[in-house]
């Protein structure tokens, strides 16, 4: 599983609705996420390319709920680096639930109809977002330019007095609509249900604290009304005898399926954290698929590791040491693997034999599922690390 560890106290980036903010150098983006947050959390600056890279604030904002914010470079941006901040801008695509336009007084909309059609072949919603009324209040005539262009009537704004934020905002909670969050358990789990949770603590989750896949995990069983049962893998015998009847479902970590599939209830329904993160993040389908990748592995293969947050590997790490041993004595000693973390994941996929994700858990649903898409679009078989172990280990899920 990820490394990544959270406490109870604070939403974490992956289950915030990501709204990044794209246009032209000096048209106010940094300015408009200042108005968003209601603070200074982006430089402004009258000078052209002032923003390099991604700028990410996490934000409440009602009625959307928990919101991260993505400031980015200007898409107009030329020469040898701007070409680099382009391509970042481009890479945040990849992870925007949402998209704010942002235009100033330009005519010339030739940048921003290739923008949208963009959003449009990726399926991110957008808001236009017409600034800068302050200095010159925008007529009719060039709303209904943009909506001739665009196919989208602008918001009207300034960021520098926050003149039109309620309207923008309105206009995108109107976008998002009556949408509810994904359940992590979906329909394994039902009020009422007593569900076993077997969490081994060790160098991978930090004493007084539980990685995020638990800590989201216990949180979607209190909304559902269950109870929970937490236990370490030592603990499990002992926590079973301790309940009257068997748990509806027991969720483990990857890594010790083959212990607790050998002494679970046959009653009781197998999964872990890393396969609920599959189904949760991305499409448990084609993840399950890439598992059986696994067995037309040779000597001479090549596999991706890819790991959704940037960590200092500890002893064991299941996806540098693990699962790497474990394949190599099935298939061969000859096998490589390449590890990439954090958003360093390889335009080009075809050396690859197979990529084997981690649980995703620091990235929101669209990441994962735009590294699964650049994988099918390649012919890439893809799994993830609990999906792989269970494979691995010949447990049915």
Known sequence: MDNATLGFNSAPQAVRRHIAIFGRRNVGKSSLMNMLAGQQVAIVSPQAGTTTDPVNRAIELHPLGPCLLIDTAGYDDDGEVGLLRNERTRQVLDQADMALLVLDRQTDLTLEKAWVEELKRREIPFVAVLNKNDLLPATAAETDMVKAALGVSPVVVSALNGQGKDALIQA??????????????????????????????????????????????????????????????????????????????????????????????????????????????????????????????????????????????????????????????????????????????????????????????????????????????????????????????????
């Open 172 to 397: 995108m909670a109107t976008l998002v609509g009556e949408d509810k969050p994904l359940s992590v358990t979906g329909t394994l789990a039902a009020a009422g249900d007593v569900v076993l949770l077997v969490m081994p603590q060790d160098a991978q989750a930090p004493r007084g604290r539980l990685i995020l896949p638990q800590v989201q995990t216990i949180r979607d069983l209190l909304d559902k009304d269950c109870t929970a049962v937490c236990c370490t893998t030592d603990g499990l015998p002992r926590s079973l005898a301790a309940l009257k009847a068997p748990p509806s479902l027991i969720i483990t970590d990857s890594q010790v399926f083959p212990q607790v599939a050998a002494v679970k209830p046959r009653e009781s329904r197998l999964t872990s954290f890393s396969v609920l993160m599959a189904a949760l993040k991305g499409d448990l389908e084609v993840l399950s698929r890439g598992a059986a990748a696994i067995d037309r592995l040779t000597p001479h293969s090549r596999v991706l590791i890819a790991e959704a947050c940037t960590h200092a590997p500890m002893s064991e790490d299941i996806g540098r040491e693990k699962l790497p041993r474990i394949i190599r004595e099935r298939v061969g000693q000859g096998v490589s693997f390449d590890v990439k973390a954090g958003k360093d994941y390889p335009a080009d996929l075809t050396p690859y034999d197979l990529i084997i994700h981690c649980g995703a858990c620091m990235f929101n649903r669209r990441m994962m599922l735009s590294r699964i898409a650049r994988a099918q679009e390649q012919g890439v078989p893809i799994t993830n690390y609990g999906l792989a172990l269970a494979h691995l280990h010949g447990v049915a899920l």
